[in-house]
């Protein structure tokens, strides 16, 4: 079973609200095994079981058991995620909740119960958003922060859309603070996790950023979630270890071999499985790579060599023409090849 993930940013701005409150960071870094150092992409990957350990070592050190409704309702997903910015250029809330269907996994990954981790059904004569991830109780907080993040997020846009929340986890000491922060009955013990819905506001207008940005986040969200789909592939962890040495001109099979704990063997046929070879990934990293680097300019081509892995340019040249057709002094100047 491959390792669930969280965003970076999720941890870092847990880590920020946590340390507002007064706790130490780096005592917050040493109870769940996090380095600091890890968070500061906001787009890179931490392991779930330390996010896990992170909320519940702030709740600890605070001595505040409500601190993931407090945390989900107060800090705005825009600040850390493509997510929440994807959220603020949709036009309706039901468009919302299908994009967060879509690019949520780019948040936190769960295990969940169907195709979509957020499902609307109607029971007791009323609509309901459910949250389908299995075992939730190994993790009530997520449900907590979960469930805040939603109320928190919509309200500002139109207004008190929960009528009524239901949680699969037995009323903890702290169930007051969840009346206290819904405002509206809360069932304790229930048989699903769900918000009931003011259904009409569902068809609402919600857009707060102009909606030709819709595109551009979009894109943006589609290439982190293909990059963490890529990561749960052999490829995806050949590719994470001849990143950092693709210019030393050491990024050779036997070395990626060897960093993966695996003969070359065992490799070349997990390559193979998936379709493709070292010689191939080393090719298409490269590329990718090099029209990322001379995009718009920000190498030179020399500079771009090197970093990709050719001893010279000329010979990145003969690559850059065999991947695009065109030359890269030309591709960097924006222009058709002659």
Known sequence: MRELTVAAGLARRLLDFAEAKGISRAALTRRSGLDSDEVEDQDARVPLPRYVALMRAAKELSGDPAL???????????????????????????????????????????????????????????LWLTDTRRNPNDFIELT???????????????????????????????????????GVPVRFGAPWNALRLHEERLTWPILTQPRYVFGIFSARAQALLDRLERSKTVRGRVESLLLPILHSGEANFSRVAGGMGLSRDTLYRKLRAEGVTFEKVLDALRRELALDYLGGGKLSVHETAYLVGFSDAAAFSRAFKRWTGRNPSAFRGGKMDG
């Not at 407090?70 to 299908?98: N, P």
């Not at 469930?147 to 903890?172: I, Y």
């Open 68 to 126: 993931p409704l407090h945390y989900g309702g107060t800090v705005d997903m825009a600040e850390f995620s493509i997510v929440g910015m994807l959220f603020r250029c949709c036009e309706t809330l039901m468009e919302a909740i299908q994009q967060v269907n879509r690019y949520g996994r780019l948040v936190v990954e769960v295990d969940v119960g169907a195709a979509d981790r957020f499902q609307l059904a109607r029971r007791d004569g009323g």
């Open 144 to 182: 907590e922060a979960t469930f805040a993040r939603f109320a928190g997020m919509v309200k500002p846009v139109v207004g008190d859309v929960v009528l009524e929340v239901q949680v699969t986890h037995a009323e903890p000491p702290h169930g007051a603070a969840y009346r206290a922060f819904f």
